[in-house]
């Protein structure tokens, strides 16, 4: 779409730029600040230039944190991507279930972080838990509390309870804006329903998919609430993913300079993967 | 895919996504000795005891009561603040346009952990430590560049012919907007709200940093569950229960908007 030139229109963006630069610009540059000085109290604050930087790099709690939380948005990826989009495409297009469905499919996303925790909590209890006594009595031996592989596995099926839904919401919401007439040609030509997936869903639903992928990348990677009240980063350091070891550091031990400053490199980390995906979005914009 | 086989994975994944309400639903009706010595699917002595206790317990009003408030605030806050601002993205290209938007997607990125201190320090400095007012604010971090985004992919499907005739039969700006743009994307704006809603309703970490007693959030009063004799398993399931309830509401008045509002927009 040709847009016109017009800077005035600058004036209708200013609220939105006072009202986030408000809350976003001084905390950033209190961070910054933090990760270049020694503070020892209000008064007495060293500089110590790039010395935290390094001394993080370093830090092999940090190393394993940041390769499980890797590892763990990369699964929370694979997995829910590819099952928003299934999902998205069983939902009714009309119908009085369309309402139905999209209020069930809504719920786990309106339950407060903590609670969503609390929640799976007991819900996987191997004693009392439906889903943990379940799993046992077809004979496997779950025990979140105690296993690392099944506390990570417990941690992912959360996630993925919790967030499939904005992923199948975005995706629905891409296939609906697909006109009939597309899927009309496609009948007479005598496509497949992999074919009509292929070549007609599919594309269409680049762009609310690469939204889907930006949301759900950047709130896996930030995750904290629901795994510290779940695992609480356990069993050992299985679950301690970078927001928590962060959380650690800054308030637990008060190493606020080291803190800091792996949150800088952990947000130009995020910062980088999103601004590739961008630039995607708007090269793909100006193709289509 | 047979039309059937559909609707039954679909029925299966929606099954999936209510058992573990269902159990938290039914703690509430249990007991704390049921909850925690037995496996039940549903109350052997069915009891409404913790129910009871939170509603005649006014020390719990003012929990829902602050989460309520900055909730609306926000939603309020990042609508008027991004529906022009949507507009000017829809419709004019200007200098950094695209900088501009991609900084206020950065926003959403920042990991809250470290950035928990700066904000006290920050709401603090202004005199706004423990307001409605500083969570709403704060949540605006990352629900108005969502807002931005949502309503721009509305807004979009609206064609500029419209907004040419406007102006041509002599509308002013706000004028237009106002009574002929807005209702055009009434159901853009009902998702928007619901997503601001979402996510400065489920976001815990910074409105507890910013707050003590005169704005704490519900899901952070629900931690008072925790006392002598261990957590009351009970009470905390019948607390969690009750913040389901706002969202369920909104969700079920937005219902039609989010049905139709997908079938308009790219979202």
Redesign the interface.
Known sequence: ?D?????W??L??L???L??A???I???M??VN?SLQDIFGPDSRFFVGTEWFKEVLRDPALHGALFRQIIFSGAVLLIQIPLGI??A????KKGPW??V???????????????VG???Q??ARP?????G?FLNSIGLDYNYTGDAIDAWVTVLIMDV?HWT?LVI??C???L??IPDAFYQAARIDGAS?WAVFRYIELPKLK??LL?AI??RF?FS??I??EPFVLTGGGPGNATTF???R??TM??GQFD?GP??A??LI??LI??LF??VF?LTI?NMDREG | MGSNRRYIFLGLWLVFLMLPIYWLLMMSLKTNQEILSTFSLWPQNLTVDNYVKIFTDATWYPGYINSTLYVVLNVVISLTVALPAAYAFSRYKFLGDKHLFFWLLTNIMAPPAVFLLPFFELYNSVGLYDTHIAVALAHTLFTVPLAVWILEGFMSGVPKEIDETAYLDGYSWPRFFLTIFLPLIRSGVGVTAFFCFMFSWVELLIARTITSTEAKPIAVTMTRTVGASGLDWGLLATAGVLTLVPGALVIWFVRKHIARGFALGRV
């Open positions: 779409m847009k016109r030139e017009y800077q229109a600058w209708m963006v609220p939105v730029v009202v986030v408000f809350s976003a001084m905390p950033l209190t961070v933090y299934a999902l495409l069983c939902l009714p369309v309402s469905s999209l209020v069930l499919l809504a719920l786990p996303l309106l339950v407060p972080w903590n609670v609390t929640i799976w007991v819900f004693d009392v838990g439906l889903a006594v309870w839904s919401l975005l629905y919401a891409g609906q804006a329903r762009g609310v939204i930006l949301l950047i990677f930030r904290y609430a970078l927001s928590q962060l959380t800054a308030v606020l803190a800091a792996f949150s952990y947000f995020i910062l999103s601004y961008y708007l």
